[in-house]
């Protein structure tokens, strides 16, 4: 049986990663995949590191969609995948990558899902985080300072050249496309318990497909 495919997008700090591990431990964890679609950022190992700092990450050309389509495919007949890594410290991929299975259940999340037309088609439900920019920003300012190594200046610097001119072109306007859109903030349970439930609901009709 085909999996089921979800995608969780919104803005960059709306709480994407933070939604998608508790929809998790909500259901059955064993029978969920998930994948971050910044894993499909391009290899810049060929620009210096100064010259990788200078760049848009925030525009859909910054993913390799192309092979994120190639791998959902692969998962979707069956076929496990290796997905790279990316290296948020030197802005480029990481050596090698980890090999994905599939599952009944597949969970993307990623600012720009929702975006291109091929790579939204692939989701069976899809998911918009809706958080305020400010709410966003002293987000993205504690995750980058405290996990990626930035300063203060360097994650405002780039909100404002990059980020937030990005959002406003491509990641806000996506969520019209969008199934379900939920409010970041303490209550989420709702929605997390509607899509567990859903999440169960698939996985259950997966495993009696294969007990045919």
Known sequence: MKPTFIGIAGGSGSGKTTLTRQIIAASDAA????IPFDAYYRDLAAYSLAERQQM???HPDAFDT?????????????TSVVVPEYDFVAYTRAAGGH???????????GILLFVDAALRERFDLRIYIDADDDIRLLRRILRDTQERGRDV????????????????????????????????????????????????????????????
Do not use: K
């Open 66 to 78: 192309a092979l994120c389509l190639q791998h959902l495919d692969a998962l979707a007949s069956g």
């Open 99 to 109: 090999t994905v299975h599939a599952q009944p259940v597949i969970i993307v999340d």
């Open 31 to 34: 029978a969920v995949t998930w």
């Open 153 to 212: 200046v360097s994650v405002c610097q780039q909100y404002l050249s990059t980020v937030r001119p990005m959002h406003q072109q491509y990641v806000a306007p996506s969520r019209v496309h969008a199934h379900i859109i939920i409010p970041s903030g303490d209550d989420t349970q709702p929605a997390i318990q509607l899509v567990s439930a859903e999440i169960q609901r698939r996985i259950a009709n997966s495993r009696l497909a294969v007990a045919r």
């Open 56 to 58: 848009n990450f925030d």
